[in-house]
């Protein structure tokens, strides 16, 4: 089995997961979608909301029409 027929969904979310995420994508692995947790709210009052780098990652991945995500309580 060569590494473009395998179908990989990515589960992570500190910063650390990112490196593997993007050996993954940069090996050329099809990496179909990513799991991460849901944004965390950040400041005095909460009402910013921070994504995980992990999201971030897979965000601006998927601005070239690469990945697709999808946070940890929507499936």
Known sequence: MKKEDLRIVYMGTPDFAVESLRALVEGGYNVVGVI??????MGRHGSVLQP????????????????????????
């Open 52 to 75: 995980s780098a992990v999201k971030q990652y897979a965000v601006s991945y998927a601005a070239g029409g690469g990945l697709e995500y999808a946070p940890s309580g929507n499936f």
């Open 36 to 41: 991460t947790m849901p944004d965390k709210p």
